[in-house]
């Protein structure tokens, strides 16, 4: 295990070193960051003392080993919009994309294993038929398109649920979160199913691809032949064998939901760091994009090492086969 | 001394799409107190089919459509879901033929044993756990213990058998059927689980059916075997009887075409031609159009005829001198 966790870090490390490489060179191939940030009217003189001021004038690899010295020493730069910290500007945003993001996850695997699990249980009946084309329906609607409908219906027509922003903010254990208020919850529901909808519906098919896999095998047969119950049977016996794909996928799944909750947050002006990497990217706010970059592959480094965790609880086979 | 089981005109058919499989077509046969009796046929005969239907465990689309099955005097057909739960596993316990695919991959050999005492049994975690230990060491496997917090993937093939052996002894039933447990595993390892099962039918007087496709493990072990083909038993009597004298023609054949069977240096004799489909099975014998003694008579049905102790389905039977 200590073997496993210590080979993991350092391929975490090389990954982390690959993708700075890769977006400094790829935001510095877009374009110059100065003709953004410096008004067209500006002197010479004034024009080139901003770019020696941001380091933009030496060399591509210049700047990034200082990049690179500077961020071993913990600082990621100064983003050159708001000439604060871009790891502090990122950092004050990742709470609210964290707390839609879960929320949109507890949705789809609350909802979702339940429906997969019935639809799996009484296949080709009515119930199935229509989980099965409601899955289809939230497979193939476009979020954008989705989140505008919610918007229409619950906010326009409806009235019920605001459709904008955060809400008011409660703290809880000191973390401050819309989870907290009711209204910051009427706030969170609409930009929660907007994300979670296409993850619900892969839960369901997972769930329900599992059942029917694992339903006709033999332990499933031998396991009634020594007279467990019917709960028992689906709970624990064919519940545990699903859960190894489901963790597996939902691991995936979820870093792309933070990484991409840039649509919902988009439409709901989540104030997430979704909505920040657009307006950066926009901008060519070259230090805040690479910050962010790199808070999201540590995020998907760290949801994967959780996953390959979960993974040996779940299944003995890996379990021993790590140790051994 | 009544019978534990008794099956009458049991038949099992599955609704296919393509037309009513008879996969089990009329089948009656009665297994004693205490007794072993070996069930032979070729793939597909409806020999396992014969062995789920009486523990209710046949899937759809299968379903018994008649008959009745007296376990005990009861009949089973006539249980609710819930009576029925409550005798498999205790009065009746099944052992499969793949020891690899019959353990739950992810729960360790405690969790499989105990849920099997605590389903039938109302007692303690402690006292289940020490039952499933006795158990384990029952069947031979060492240090029961240790072994009990394993996971089926740390067991090799004959010693999941024995897991899985020692899960049907838990509740010492009745009657165990066993479809096929030795097939999958190494021809040593084999004769070992035989000799155990042998041992422990005959130190708790349990009932044995030994489903199989193997005379010679039949032989060895059974006190009756029963021939079945194409979803009828075509031939049944005492062990010695059955296999010196056969008297179908089908008994015969599947005997000239078993190599130890057969002496040495004279060839094999398999029987000519494939088992009929299930879904358009012949009318009258379903053997005859791969038998060397069948006529024209053989397209009606053949009665079952009883003589000395040995029943079978014939209408040109073999004669011995001795019958």
């Known amino acids: 295990m200590t073997v496993f966790v210590i080979r993991r870090f350092l391929q975490s490390i090389a990954v982390l070193c690959v993708t700075a490489v890769i977006v400094f060179i790829g935001i510095y191939a877009i374009g110059d960051p100065a003709e953004m940030l410096i008004s067209p009217d500006a002197s010479q003189a004034e024009r080139a003392q901003v770019v020696a001021s941001l380091g933009l004038d030496k060399p591509l690899w210049e700047q990034f080993f200082t990049f690179a010295w500077n961020a071993l020493h913990g600082d990621l730069g100064r983003s050159f919009v708001f000439n604060r910290p871009s790891i502090a500007l990122i950092f004050e945003r990742l709470p609210a994309t964290l707390e839609l993001t879960l929320t949109g996850l507890v949705f789809a695997l609350v909802l979702g294993i339940p429906l997969g699990l019935l639809s799996g249980l009484k296949p080709n009946t009515a119930t199935d038929e229509v989980i099965m084309t409601g899955s289809i329906l939230g497979f193939s609607l476009p979020s954008f398109w989705q989140g505008m409908m919610l918007i229409m219906i619950f906010s326009v027509w409806l009235g019920w649920l605001p459709s904008t922003g955060r809400g008011q903010m409660g703290e809880f254990l000191g973390i401050r979160s819309s989870l907290f208020t009711l209204d910051g919850l009427t706030h969170l529901i609409l930009p929660a199913i907007n994300l979670s909808l296409f993850k619900l519906s892969l839960v369901i098919r997972l769930t329900r691809t599992g059942v029917r896999e694992t339903m006709p095998l033999d332990f499933v047969k031998f396991a009634r032949a020594k007279g467990i119950s019917e709960r028992r049977i689906v709970f624990v016996h064919v519940f545990k064998n699903i859960l190894i794909p489901l963790i597996t996928v939902i691991g995936l799944e979820l870093g792309s939901m933070l990484a991409f909750a840039v649509v919902t947050e988009t439409i709901f002006a989540w104030p997430g760091i979704g909505k920040l990497l657009i307006d950066s990217i926009m901008r060519l706010d070259r230090p805040v994009v690479v910050a962010y970059l790199l808070v999201i592959v540590s995020l998907f480094i760290f949801i994967n090492f959780v996953v390959d965790v979960l993974y040996s609880l779940v299944d003995p086979r890996v379990r021993l086969g790590g140790a051994q | 001394m009544t019978p534990v089981l008794e099956v009458k005109n049991l038949s099992t058919h599955f609704m296919t799409r393509r037309g009513i499989l008879k996969a089990v077509d009329d089948v009656s046969f009665t297994v004693g107190q205490r007794e072993i009796v070996g069930l032979v ?225 004279e060839p094999l004799r398999p029987i000519p031609g494939f088992a009929p489909s299930p879904l358009s099975r012949p009318s009258g014998c379903a053997f005859r159009d791969r038998c060397a003694r069948a006529t024209d008579v053989c397209a009606t049905e053949p009665m079952l005829e009883i003589a000395a102790g040995r029943e079978f389905r014939c209408f040109h039977p073999h004669l011995w001198s001795a019958a």
């Open chain 2, 41 to 265: 046929g070729e793939s597909g005969s409806g020999k396992s089919i014969t062995g789920f239907s009486i523990l209710g465990l046949v899937d759809p689309p299968g379903r018994v459509v008649s008959g009745q099955i007296l376990f005990n005097g009861e009949d089973l057909l006539t249980k609710s879901p819930t009576a029925m739960r409550a005798i498999r596993g205790k009065r009746i316990a099944m052992i499969f033929q793949d020891p690899m695919m019959t353990l739950n991959p992810v729960l360790s050999v405690a969790t499989q044993m105990i849920e099997t005492v605590q389903a039938h049994d109302r007692v303690s975690r402690t006292e289940a756990r020490a039952r499933a230990r006795d158990a384990l060491g029952l069947v031979g496997i060492p240090s029961p213990e240790e072994r009990l917090d394993s996971y089926p993937h740390q067991f090799s093939g004959g010693m999941r058998q024995r897991v899985a052996i020692a899960i049907a002894l838990l509740h010492r039933p009745d009657l165990i059927i066993a479809d096929e447990p030795t097939t999958a595993l190494d021809v040593t390892i084999q004769s070992q689980i035989l000799f155990e099962i042998k041992r422990l039918a005959a130190e708790f007087g349990m009932a044995l059916i030994w489903i199989s496709h193997d005379l010679g493990v039949v032989a060895a072990l059974a006190d009756r075997i029963m021939v079945m083909y194409a979803g009828r038993i075509v031939e049944a009597g005492q062990v010695d009887g059955v296999l010196t004298e056969p008297r179908h023609p089908y008994t015969s054949g599947l005997l000239s075409a078993v190599p130890a069977a057969v002496p040495r240096g």
